[in-house]
């Protein structure tokens, strides 16, 4: 049991956390079936998705639009697993955020706003979900996922982290010529 401020106790987590700690759990396999598995064994109530999705507008051709993220096969490929069922994956679970750092993940046609991934995750009922409504470079899903877990680390609130992490993928190739340069630069020097 720990103590807070005024003394009181509170029992850990299902994990046995004490209050207040962050446990980061990242699986080596991408697998659904894992993904699965550990939502039910380790009960998060913050997860992030960072991979790629595709959004599918079929409205065009009278068809339901729908939204996928890639897992990994069991084979080579990959595994496209649609928004109905990535949502059906966190069943009743305390899931509080879920960030989706992958293309259009935040899109959605507009005459059926529950088509995309980030929809079909609030509508299955978790609070708080962050997608991306384009294309974005991995480097700028990078960016973002450190800035929101820094900001979160810092028990700033979800909306404040999220303006944070959006600021620092503005220009997310800041740097970067500087240090294509430096790299040509000692590539000229070793020949």
Request: aromatic content about 6%; hydrophobic content about 40%; glycine content about 8%.
């Amino acid at each position: 049991m720990n103590g807070d401020a005024a003394g009181r106790t509170r029992p850990p987590d299902k994990q046995g956390r004490p209050d207040g700690r962050v446990l980061l759990e990242m699986p080596d396999d991408g697998r659904f079936d894992t993904f699965k598995q550990m939502l039910k064994d380790f009960e998060p109530l913050l997860v992030f998705l960072s991979g790629h999705g595709k959004y599918h507008d079929r409205s065009a051709v009278d068809q339901d639009s729908y939204a996928e993220f890639l897992f990994e096969s069991d084979g080579d490929g990959a595994d496209p697993v649609k928004g109905a069922d990535l949502a059906q994956a966190f069943g009743a679970l305390p899931v509080q955020c879920v960030v989706l750092s992958a293309c259009e993940s935040g899109m959605s046609a507009s005459d059926r706003l529950n088509s995309g991934l980030a929809q079909r995750l609030a509508v299955h009922g978790i609070p708080h979900v962050i997608g991306m409504r384009e294309s974005i470079l991995n480097l700028a899903g990078t960016r973002l996922s450190r800035e929101f877990c820094d900001a979160i680390a810092r028990q700033e609130r979800l909306d404040v982290a999220l303006q944070r992490a959006r600021k620092a993928i503005t220009r997310p190739l800041a740097g970067v010529n500087r240090m294509i340069q430096c790299l040509n630069l000692n590539v000229r020097l070793k020949t």
